[in-house]
C-alpha cells in the first residue's frame, strides 16, 4: 500500500549543516522522486549562514550529487525530476535565538503556505546544534507559529543528542511540554528507521517459531555490537563531550536491547509498541556507583591500523585534549529483571575505530544438555546454537547449528541457515525517509516517548555517576586517571574480553 503524505511545510533549523545536506535533502528527494510527498510539499531551510533561495537550492544540488556518486554507487541524480524537486526549496537567513529573525519567519512561512498551498501543515525539524533547541522551540511558539489552524497539524521533529544525562533531558522535556503536546513531538533516533531494525519487531512477533524459544528457558545470553571503523575524525569537539556512551549507548544501543528484549505489543501501533519498550527499559536493573566498573568497561582506542590505514589514537585526534577521559569504547553487562529475561545477561558494546563497521545482535541458545558428539572446534566441547541478526551492513539473519561432517567418524562441524536482505532484491531505502514520512504521516510509532528517553537516560546516568565517582577519587587520592586502550582496529580492550570471560563467555567477532 503506497503512503503518500498530506501538504506540508517542513522547516528545517540548521538547513546548512550536514545533517540536512547529507541525509535530508537526500531522503526528501528521494520520496519525492518515488511520489510520495504532496504537491503541496515546501521545505523552509532555516540557518545562520546569508543564502539566497537559488543559493540553498545549487548548494543542496551539490551535495546531493555527491550523496548519490559516493553512497549509491554512482547513481545519478534525474536532473528533470531535481529541478522540479527544487522549486520546493526555499531559505530564510536567521539567528537562533534573534527575536527579530523569527517574525521575519513567521512572515515567510505565511509566504510559502500561500505560494505552495500546504494547508497549514507545518513540520518543525530540529538540526541544529543541542544549545539551540530550547530558544528556537520558544521562539516559534511566540511567534505564534506553533499554533494549530482548523484541520491542520503542527508537529516537531528533535534530533539527537535529547540531553546529556537524566536531569537535562528533563529540562528538555519539560520545556517542550509547556508548548507542545506530547504527539506532536518526534524524538528522532535513526536506527528506528533501519528496515533491518524494523524486522525485529517482524522476526519475532510475526512468527510463530521462535517466541516459546525467545526467553531464559532457552536462551543463554545476547550480546549486541554496534562497531564502527572510523575514529572520530573531525567531530572531535562534540565527541569529546559526549563519548560512546551517550554518543550510541543511551539511544541506539538501548532501543537495540528494547526491541529485542520487549513483550508483544498488543497492537502494532505507537502506544502499544512505545508501553512494551519502556516496560523492559524499565526492567533494566540500576546500577549502583560501587557496581559500575564490574559491570561497565569503558575504553579509548590509541594508534592503529585499519584496512590499512593507519589511524591516529584518540588523545591525538585534533580537538582532543590530551588528558581527556572520554569513552571512544563501552561495554556493558546488563540485567533485566523480569520473568522473560531473569538470568539472561545482555552483553553490549560499541565503540570507534573497530575493526569493520558492524551492527549485529548474537542471540545465543543455551548448549544442550550432554555432550555426545566431538566438535571439530573443541574450544568450547559443545556449541551453542546462535541466532545473528545482522542490521548492518550485509543485512541478514543466520542461524548456526551444527552438523554432521560427511565422512566416516561422527564429526560435527557448524553450519548456517542464512536469509540475506538483499535476497528482496530491493535496497533498502535510507532511515531517514522512512521517519521523515512517518512524521508527515503522523505515526509516531518509530520515535521515542517522554517516558522511553527519560529511562534510557536514567540507566546511564547512574554509569556517568559510577565513571565520575572513580575519577574523582583516583584524584584525591592525588593519582591520575587514564581509560584503558585498545589499538585502533581492534576488537577493543582485553577488559571487554574478560568481561565476558569470567562468566565463561566470549564475543563472537563475526566476519563471514
Ligand atoms: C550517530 C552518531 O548517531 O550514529 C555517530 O552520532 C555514529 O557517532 C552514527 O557514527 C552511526 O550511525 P550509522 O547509521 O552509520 O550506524
Redesign the pocket.
Known sequence: MKRVAQPVLLVVFGASGDLAKRKLIPALYHLYSQGLLHDGFALLGFARTQYSDEQFRTLMGESLREHMAGEHNGATVDEEEWAAFLEHLYYQQGGYDDDNSFARLAERIADVEEKIQTQGNRLFYLATPPEVFMAVTTLIHEHGMAAQQENAWVRLIIE??FGHDLASAQTLNDHLAQLFAEEQLYRI???LG?ETVQNILVFRFGNGIFEPVWNRNYIDHVQIT?A?S?G?GD?GG??DQ?GAIR??VQ??VMQLVALTAMEPPVAMDAKAVRDQKVNVMQSIRPLEPDEVARQVVRAQYGAGQIDGQSIRGYLETRGIPPDSTTDTYVAWKLAIDNWRWNGVPFYLRTG?AMPH?L?EINIVFRKPPMRLFETLDDRLNVRSNILRMR??PDESICLTFDAKRPGPVVAVDPVNMSFPYSSFGEEPAD?YERLLLDAVLGDSTLFIRRDEIEVAWERVTRVLDGWQREEARAHSRGMSFSLPSYEAGAWGPTEADDLLGRDGRYWRNNLD
Open positions: 539527537k543528542p533516533d535513526h536506527y533501519k554496534v564502527e572510523l572520530v567531530r562534540y565527541y559526549a554518543d550510541m539511544n541506539h570507534k563497521k551492527t542490521i548492518q532511515a
